[in-house]
């Protein structure tokens, strides 16, 4: 293979990658680090430095449309990227800690979870009943966001916003480690835990994405884990494939392909575990 | 319909917060032109590398030298900036990686110059906080 084919395939993949991702709102990270590593043998590291850089552009593009919205909560996303960022730094200092084997591993289990995750039901939390706690009253994070199948404005109240910096810490952690949004673990802990409504805890999610990303990818940049080969196609693939996935049929629906992606993911989950397991080849 | 613009703005949402989210608005605009050039200088610097080593185009790499750690990039800015004045493909990728990463430090740097404007102290110092975090990743890359 010349390095030609080899960024051109990069570059293909991440396009699929991203349009996979877009579909399934999983983010591209969690389809393209196993095709990496897996398909074409290319280093862990390298695959999460390409991923992360390539998550920035995403939840870029899409965070512009939801703020316009006035779906995102800016001062809950401010808060919370406090502890997201610190995660971040955590997680990216242990990927350089640690051996590449149990990063497949800690990979394969959270890619497990997070394919089972897409079969949660969404239900709705958010009460705006109570007086709201004394923290979430101080920094005013209370708010109200305009529902459009409701036609109406809908307030709510924030809870347990200390609960919600942990979790927060730990889904920076894993964005850090794993190269990847980790809006599967963001968007429970603020309408599950926050009691924030669902569509304003994705939005807040995307939005803190980013600056998330950007923790670590500044830490593997400096480290020299940004492979220019490997994350240049992959950023600019991911990128694409997003956008042709929005633009195709936004989220999917249909519950029959849901379920044919999920055992796919647990497949491939169960593979990067595997190679974890069994060390280096 | 998503309503969208001003006409969506609640009644109850405080003066002060509108005019932080029309700044969130402008600075998500500067982001996806961020975004944006960012990735049409990687490109950019993807072809010059092919220009440069036409090598690259026909005969096989050992893909190990692309694949595996070993192989060193150009990741110091100085590096950077040395690779771009030789107009130099890797160090051009490398430049519009480094642009991408720096789009969300944009955002929070600009949102804090909102909280300022706000004299809202509380806020001033979480969005601060959060700069000096994502400042102090490129530090702690550099010290391992």
Redesign the interface.
């Given at each position: 293979?010349?390095?030609?084919e080899?960024?051109l395939i990069c570059f293909a993949g991440s396009i699929v990658g991203g349009f996979i991702g877009s579909l399934l709102g999983l983010g591209g990270g969690l389809v393209v680090i196993p095709m990496l590593t897996l398909a074409?043998?290319?280093?862990i590291?390298?695959a999460i430095g390409a991923s992360i850089?390539s998550i920035?552009?995403t939840s870029?593009?899409a965070?512009?449309a939801y703020?316009?919205?006035?779906m995102?909560n800016?001062?809950v996303a401010?808060?919370l990227?406090?502890a997201t960022?610190?995660g971040?730094?955590t997680g990216?200092?242990l990927a350089?800690r640690i051996a590449g084997r149990w990063l497949f591993v800690v990979f394969g289990v959270v890619m497990a979870c997070s394919a089972v995750m897409m079969l949660r039901k969404r239900r709705n939390a958010a009460s705006d009943e109570g007086e709201g706690t004394p923290w979430a009253n101080?920094?005013r994070l209370n708010g109200?966001y305009?529902d459009?199948a409701l036609g109406k404005?809908v307030?709510y109240r924030v809870i347990r916003a200390r609960l919600g910096l942990a979790l927060m810490y730990v889904a920076g952690m894993m964005s850090g480690l794993l190269g990847i949004g980790s809006g599967v673990l963001k968007v429970p802990a603020m309408d599950l835990g926050m009691r924030l409504p669902i569509k304003v805890s994705t939005a807040t999610s995307n939005f803190m994405i980013?600056?998330t990303?950007?923790?670590?990818?500044?830490?593997?940049?400096?480290?020299?884990?940004?492979?220019?080969?490997?994350?240049?196609?992959v950023?600019?693939g991911i990128?694409v494939g997003a956008m042709i996935g929005a633009r195709v049929m936004g989220r999917l629906q249909n519950a029959l392909i849901r379920y044919v992606f999920v055992v796919v993911l647990l497949i491939v989950s169960a593979q990067m575990l595997l190679k974890g397991l069994k060390g280096p080849s | 319909m998503t309503p969208i613009g001003s006409g969506a703005a609640s009644p109850s949402a405080p003066q002060e917060d509108r005019r932080v989210v029309r700044v969130e608005i402008v600075i998500s605009w500067v982001l996806r032109v961020g975004v944006v050039t960012s990735l049409a200088v990687v490109v950019v610097g993807l072809v010059l590398i092919f220009v440069h080593h036409p090598e690259l185009l026909t005969s096989a790499t050992r893909l190990q030298d692309l694949t595996q750690r070993g192989t060193v990039f150009p990741h110091t800015l100085s590096e950077v900036f040395q690779g771009v004045m030789q107009t130099r493909g890797e160090a051009t990728v490398a430049v519009g990686l480094l642009l991408l990463i720096l789009t969300p430090v944009t955002r929070v740097a600009v949102s804090i110059l909102a909280f300022i404007y706000q004299r809202d102290r509380v806020y001033t110092f979480i969005t601060l906080t959060v700069l000096i975090i994502l400042l102090m990743s490129f530090v702690i890359g550099r010290l391992e």
């Open positions: 293979m010349t390095a030609l080899f960024v074409l043998k290319v280093d590291r390298y850089v920035i552009a870029s593009g965070a512009a703020v316009r919205e006035r995102t800016l001062r401010m808060v990227e406090v960022t610190l971040a730094l990216g200092y350089g101080y920094l109200s305009y459009a404005e307030p980013g600056v990303a950007a923790a670590s990818a500044g830490l593997y940049f400096a480290r020299g884990d940004i492979n220019p080969f490997i994350a240049g196609p950023a600019a990128l | -």
